[in-house]
Nanobody
Framework: QVQLVESGGGLVQPGGSLRLSCAAS????????MSWYRHTPGKERELVAG????????YIAASMKGRFAISRDNAKNLVYLHMSILKPEDTGVYYC??????????WGQGTQVTVSS
């Protein structure tokens, strides 16, 4: 079955960086449009970044442009979220999502990111 396992979260100081990873299995990875969402305290879950099957096109939410980037390694079935200049308001649970055309969408269990001094 489809599995998405996030890792790389943790505690980081404001201004710091983290790289989240999402390991995918159970489907042809290059058939999935991959994205990262986050759920921050007091807010609805929001889209952070997305990347097409080939990795040729990416999307970063406006409030994160210039600080976050998304990439994928189709040979390793991995998608990454590169986060820099982190702010306390970036604290939350970050989720990986795979959307497979004509099949459906799948979510990982999430990884906690805490930005605090």
């Amino acid at each position: 079955q489809v599995q998405l396992v996030e890792s790389g979260g943790g505690l980081v100081q404001p201004g710091g960086s983290l790289r989240l990873s999402c390991a995918a299995s159970g489907f042809p990875f290059n058939s999935g449009v991959m994205s990262w969402y986050r759920h921050t305290p007091g807010k609805e879950r929001e889209l952070v970044a997305g990347i097409t099957n080939s990795g040729g096109d990416t999307y970063i939410a406006a409030s994160m442009k210039g600080r976050f980037a998304i990439s994928r390694d189709n040979a390793k079935n991995l998608v990454y979220l590169h986060m820099s200049i982190l702010k306390p308001e970036d604290t939350g649970v970050y989720y990986c999502k795979a959307h497979i055309e004509d099949v459906g969408s799948y979510w990982g269990q999430g990884t906690q990111v805490t930005v605090s001094s």
